[in-house]
């Protein structure tokens, strides 16, 4: 778990949660300027965010808390690098509204859908827009806590899209990526290694949306 707050614990307004540090690096450049804003890297998926959440609001309690970062997409309508939210917060879903992100329904699953088959299934089982892995673990406990929350999520890969590689079989315990695994793997079919590039190449713009989006909801 990373923490940086931009100001005193006493006087954090926002937390704003990140699974990964890629997610978070566009946004942590530009929120320096803005006063009460704290950023949490959770880890990947709903053990870690949840932990990683409850350890954090032990010593200081946000006024609000937004969980974000990158989602597959799920609806054939979304496109790569497309921020989209969900909340019951009336006063943050008109400010998302304002900064230009669309509203989605939001599922949050135990494994990364790596496959365009994937996808299509668990929009047929859940009928949601998008999939990630911690938004749902962070908004239970927004509930339980009583803090209003908001998700927000950039896509980084769409629903007519295969994942170049199944990172799921490349993850350590903790749900962090294997480098070792990785290496491997890109050893094996290195045909993938121009389709991974891309696939960093649209995260990173994704990250950058994302982050433009962020800064106009907490100005």
Known sequence: MRTEVQAGKASVKTLVCFALEVEAVPFRKRALKTPGVAILVTGIGPRNAENSLRRFLENTRPEQVLTCGFAGGLNPELKSG????????????????????????????????TTVAEKRQLREQTGADVVEMESGA?????????????????ISDTAHEDLPL???LLSKPDLSLDSGKLAWAIA??????????????????????????????LR
């Open 188 to 217: 094996k079919a290195p045909w993938k290694i121009a389709a991974l590039i891309q696939l960093q190449k649209k995260t990173s713009r994704a990250a950058q949306q994302l982050a433009d989006v962020l800064v106009k909801v």
């Open 166 to 168: 199944d990172f799921n």
């Open 82 to 113: 497309e921020v989209v939210f969900m909340t019951a917060s009336a006063p943050l879903e008109a400010r998302l509204l304002a900064a230009g992100a669309q509203p989605a329904t939001f599922y949050s699953a135990p494994r990364i859908a």
């Open 138 to 154: 962070i908004l239970a406990v927004c509930h339980e806590s009583q803090i209003p929350c908001a998700l927000a999520r950039a």
